[in-house]
T-cell receptor
Framework: GDSVTQMEGPVTLSEEAFLTINCTYT??????LFWYVQYPGEGLQLLLK?????DKGSNKGFEATYRKETTSFHLEKGSVQVSDSAVYFC????????????FGTGTQLKVEL | DGGITQSPKYLFRKEGQNVTLSCEQN?????MYWYRQDPGQGLRLIYY???????QKGDIAEGYSVSREKKESFPLTVTSAQKNPTAFYLC?????????????FGPGTRLTVT
């Protein structure tokens, strides 16, 4: 079945540092890929998405590129802020019909001054 | 403002009692979902519904039940058969169809069963 693997957290960075959160997936066919963010005590918000190979999703300074050859969708940001502290989830939507998402376990990011 | 509401934010129950979690949306979405979130395990799909009066089991449906009598509402009942009910429960909704429609999430309900 479909699965998503994320790097374990927490990831602790200083403000203005470069961020990478790794995400790899297993799925049949060509899934769509997503990054969601969860701020403390809240639900999830879509951060960015990519629907086909080599697509780059971007939003709020975050980027991720759909790499079919390495089955990866790593999240990057050039300069993190304290306000980016949250839990980040990688997810995929398979091609089996419906709009069901398979989530990774989440990576907590802590940004310090 | 359009969105998804879940109530209550915190819920406490005694073991052996059924409890129903509320989820309401005013986004005019056809599809609704229930997820369970546990520390270190991400989100797991409990049930989903793509249209009124129809719903399907997700990956961890045992011990849960749902109904979809209205487009706006998708309540989840955690029954006494659920062995580990303490968790954070998230409801989501989306437009249904073949495209990649975004799922919008509610703020969640934290259920504690003792």
């Amino acid at each position: 079945g479909d699965s998503v693997t994320q790097m374990e957290g927490p990831v602790t960075l200083s403000e203005e540092a470069f961020l990478t959160i790794n995400c790899t997936y297993t799925a049949t066919g060509y899934p769509s890929l997503f990054w969601y963010v969860q701020y403390p005590g809240e639900g999830l918000q879509l951060l960015l998405k990519a629907t086909k190979a080599d697509d780059k999703g971007s939003n709020k300074g975050f980027e991720a590129t759909y790499r079919k050859e390495t089955t990866s969708f790593h999240l990057e940001k050039g300069s993190v802020q304290v306000s980016d502290s949250a839990v980040y989830f990688c997810a995929l939507r398979g091609r089996g019909g419906g709009n069901k998402l398979t989530f990774g376990t989440g990576t907590q990011l802590k940004v310090e001054l | 403002d359009g969105g998804i509401t879940q109530s209550p934010k915190y819920l406490f129950r005694k073991e052996g009692q059924n409890v129903t979690l509320s989820c309401e949306q005013n986004l005019n979405h056809d599809a609704m979902y229930w997820y369970r979130q546990d520390p270190g395990q991400g989100l797991r799909l409990i049930y989903y519904s793509q249209i009124v009066n129809d719903f399907q089991k997700g990956d961890i449906a045992e011990g849960y039940s749902v109904s979809r009598e209205k487009k706006e509402s998708f309540p989840l009942t955690v029954t006494s058969a659920q062995k580990n009910p303490t968790a954070f429960y998230l409801c989501a909704s989306s437009t249904s169809g073949l495209q990649d429609y975004e799922q919008y999430f509610g703020p969640g309900t934290r259920l504690t069963v003792t």
